[in-house]
């Protein structure tokens, strides 16, 4: 494999592979685990997204191509169990995507006006999965604007009639658009409101002559095992050459260039000795580690919320542990601000749920549902491959555009039945169906009210409500 980079004006620049890495590998092996704990931790969410990336805006044979950079792709459906590209996807919003080459120039988001009544966002993320601004609803309103996002060394001038001007400080950028679907009915509604939605270079949108083009990308296929294994650091190192090193990070940098970790550079595991390979297996192990107890003593337990795994980087504040956990258990989750994310992974009594063995409830109080401005959900998702569960009902999530057709408890509070086999029938409206076997759920909430935050709401339990299924 190699990576070919052609600019107008330069000749062919070729790196090979097979220069390997093994001439840059100065840490001990003792140092080189510690490293690459840090190094994984620091590298998973950025190839995590380029394998999103490469999906839907590089391979146009892959059934999740949307769109070529710069252009928008809209997806007029809610997401279901065939949709793979995502894990614990969000179904309660068709989504829109543009993958952004900004290393050119700037581009222009258009948005169109809508109804006050619904909820939409575009979440602009770099390539380290932090979100560095928003639109819509909450940050910009319902009526629309042009809104130009540049790169880290974009310093043009700005047209008087955009509305925004948005920093990524790295130059291969995602925006992520997300527009409530109130029912099955609504899709035409949503479908017209994408086709709103306009992306524009912006010597396209100011009419004046295009900059050179960027230099040609062979982006290298991914592979199966590339998120966990060294393999991560090829791809890692691809990926850096995208996004200038930040003041904050140098010191990071320097020390995983002491294991091969260098912005563009080559990545070959062949070119290291059975050491060194095994201090870097050994530190992804440890990483791997870390998070399952962090998962298991702070998010299962919900001393954590996951929302501190999603948002800018001064929001993250260099904690890449956190930074991983948001990319491992729901990629391009919202900042806090926007939506926060409450994961179901254990029941009441902290054993992992499995509608293998038990049938479960959620039971909220009178006036206790999840309190949001703009709206709430519940998702299913199989444990197993993190994807939504295929089901008679073709049902995903319950969401509080549903409550009025729920069956509401004796006492006004509202009970919903997350289980593998179907309820008594006058339960069903209830009923969010489950695997045969490990699930878990995410309760969102959009536009959360403070009283989430503060700790004033208090999430209710899943509750098993029968004993080992014979």
């Known amino acids: 494999m190699h990576i070919a980079i052609r600019t107008a004006g330069f000749s062919m620049m070729t790196m090979f592979v097979s220069c390997g890495v093994g001439a840059n590998f100065t840490a001990t092996p003792q140092e080189a ?25 590089v391979d146009k044979k892959s059934s999740n191509f949307k769109a070529p950079f710069n252009q928008i792709g809209n997806t007029a459906k809610a997401f279901t169990a065939k949709d793979t590209a995502f894990v614990s996807p969000n179904a309660d919003t068709p989504y829109s995507f543009v993958w952004m080459d900004l290393r050119a120039e700037p581009l222009v988001l258009t948005l169109p006006r809508i109804d006050e009544h619904r909820y939409y966002s575009v979440q602009l993320i770099d390539a380290y999965t932090q979100n560095f601004a928003y639109l819509g609803t909450r940050s910009t309103g319902n009526s629309g604007g042009h809104f130009m996002v540049a790169g880290p060394n974009w310093q043009g001038q700005q047209p008087l009639d955009i509305d925004r001007l948005l920093r990524s400080e790295t130059n291969i950028a995602y925006a992520l658009y997300r527009t409530q679907l109130l029912d099955e009915k609504d899709l035409a509604k949503v479908k017209q409101i994408q086709k709103g939605y306009k992306v524009e270079t912006l010597s396209r949108y100011d009419k004046h002559k295009a900059p050179p083009a960027a230099a040609k990308i062979d982006w290298p296929k991914p592979m199966p095992t590339m998120s966990d294994t060294p393999d991560l650091f090829r791809y890692l190192n691809f990926m850096l050459a995208f996004a200038p090193a930040q003041d ?59 929302s501190v795994a999603f948002g800018t980087r001064d929001h993250l504040n260099g904690n890449y542990l956190y930074r991983y956990a948001g990319a491992n258990m729901g990629i391009f989750g919202n900042s806090a601000e926007e939506a926060n994310y409450i994961p179901y992974f254990v029941d009441k009594d902290s054993k992992p749920l499995d509608a293998s063995k038990h049938d479960y409830t959620l039971h909220f109080d009178k006036g206790a549902l999840p309190p949001a401005e703009a709206f709430w959900s519940l998702t299913m998702y199989n444990a197993k491959n993190k994807l939504l569960v295929a089901n008679p009902l073709n049902r995903y999530l319950i969401n509080s555009p549903m409550v009025p057709d729920l ?64």
Request: neutral net charge; aromatic residues 10%; glycine residues 6%.
């Open 33 to 57: 685990r510690g490293i690459a704990k840090e190094a994984y931790l620091y590298g998973f969410p950025v190839v995590e997204m380029y394998k999103t990336l490469y999906t839907q805006a």
């Open 248 to 306: 904050v990070e140098k010191d990071l940098l320097a020390r995983f260039k002491t294991i091969g970790i260098e912005a563009g550079k080559p990545f070959d595991l062949i070119r290291l000795s059975a050491d060194q390979r095994k201090a870097l297996e050994d530190g992804i192990s440890d990483a791997k580690a870390e998070f399952a107890e962090l998962q298991k003593t702070k998010f299962d337990t919900h001393e954590l919320s996951s």
């Open 407 to 470: 069956k509401v408890d004796a006492d006004g509070g509202l009970t919903l039945y997350l289980q593998n086999k179907a309820p008594a029938k006058d339960l069903q409206s209830n009923w969010l169906p489950a695997p045969n076997g490990p699930f878990y759920s995410v309760l969102r909430l959009y536009l959360p009210t403070p009283a989430v935050a503060s700790g004033q709401w208090q999430m209710p339990s899943l509750t098993p409500v029968n004993q080992q299924k014979q």
